[in-house]
């Protein structure tokens, strides 16, 4: 149980990756707020695991971000973990949109929606006596796009969005290293999730996918979580500003 006693905020929680890693808290003994803009979703998620507390908010809408977080530190008395899972591709817009827009709608949900939350949970981290930040980067963030992947439609921001969240979360983490407050960011490889699943349906598309990976697959949620309970948890208390891949190889290549 490396998160008993521990109070978390996790975004993205209906689907995927935040999914997986509000099972993994609550199995670490956290007590857990899930965060989306998806009511039926978090409202899945809390059928399966009754102890964790939902809230429906957008992640880069400020006023929401302050009221969940002063929320929860009015209810439990403390906030130690925020978890940035929320997240959206350029395939999440509309395909006929143009370089502008696709830009504006990606990069505020993954870069603003990221620094915003994390402005939030850090009032009430610092009351608590100091925290732990995980968000959600990406290969993509470290090294360019591959050309090769034949499901860009169009100009793609994600790419840039995940390489501002890997700059935030070195610039975060310095800033607040001697308030006791963590901030480390997972850079996962293609894994299998709702963000995927209409480019996992393409067999072609899929093959190369895996290929990218020298472990030849792509990656399970649950295998994204573990490592992020690793960061949140103070087994990682010498970790700051870290960029952690969990990618079979990717960028090792
Ligand atoms: N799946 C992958 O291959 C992969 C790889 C690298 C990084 N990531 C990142 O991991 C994170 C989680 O992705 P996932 O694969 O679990 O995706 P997902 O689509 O399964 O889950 C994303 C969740 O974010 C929520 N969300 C979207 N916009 C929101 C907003 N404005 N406010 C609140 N919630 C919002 C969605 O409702 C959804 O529940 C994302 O940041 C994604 O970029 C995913």
């Given amino acids: 149980m490396k998160l008993k006693g521990k109070v978390a905020i996790v975004t993205g929680a209906a689907s995927g990756i935040g999914?997986?890693?509000?099972?993994?808290?609550?199995?670490?003994?956290?007590?857990?707020v899930g965060y989306d803009v998806?009511?039926?979703?978090?409202?899945?998620?809390?059928?399966?695991?009754?102890?964790?507390?939902?809230?429906?908010?957008?992640?880069?809408?400020?006023?929401?971000?302050?009221?969940?977080?002063?929320?929860?530190?009015?209810?439990?008395?403390?906030?130690?973990?925020?978890?940035?899972?929320?997240?959206?591709?350029?395939?999440?817009?509309?395909?006929?949109?143009?370089?502008?827009?696709r830009w504006d709608a990606v990069m505020q949900v993954n870069a603003k929606g990221t620094l915003i939350m994390s402005e939030a949970a850090v009032a009430a981290m610092r009351e608590s006596g100091g925290g732990s930040i995980v968000n959600l980067s990406s290969v993509?963030?470290?090294?360019?796009?591959?050309?090769?992947?034949?499901?860009?439609?169009?100009?793609?921001?994600?790419?840039?969005?995940?390489?501002?969240?890997?700059?935030?979360?070195?610039?975060?983490?310095v800033r607040l290293a001697k308030e006791g407050i963590r901030v480390n960011a997972v850079c996962p490889g293609f894994v299998y999730t709702a963000l995927t699943e209409n480019v996992t349906g393409n067999e072609e598309v899929h093959k190369t996918m895996k290929s990218l990976h020298p472990l030849g697959r792509m990656g399970k949620a649950e295998e994204v979580a573990a490592v992020i309970a690793f960061l949140a948890s103070d087994?990682?208390?010498?970790?700051?500003g870290a960029t952690w891949t969990v990618d079979g190889g990717y960028t090792a290549q």
């Fill in 19 to 32: 999914q997986a890693t509000a099972r993994r808290f609550v199995s670490e003994g956290a007590k857990v």
């Fill in 38 to 101: 998806d009511d039926a979703g978090l409202a899945a998620l809390k059928q399966e695991q009754p102890s964790v507390h939902t809230r429906t908010g957008d992640v880069a809408d400020s006023r929401s971000a302050k009221q969940v977080a002063e929320e929860v530190f009015a209810e439990f008395g403390r906030l130690d973990i925020l978890v940035n899972s929320a997240g959206i591709t350029a395939r999440t817009v509309d395909s006929n949109a143009d370089l502008e827009t």
């Fill in 140 to 173: 993509m963030g470290l090294v360019g796009y591959p050309t090769a992947l034949p499901f860009s439609d169009g100009f793609n921001p994600y790419p840039h969005s995940k390489g501002a969240v890997a700059q935030i979360t070195r610039d975060m983490g």
């Fill in 235 to 240: 087994d990682a208390s010498f970790v700051v």
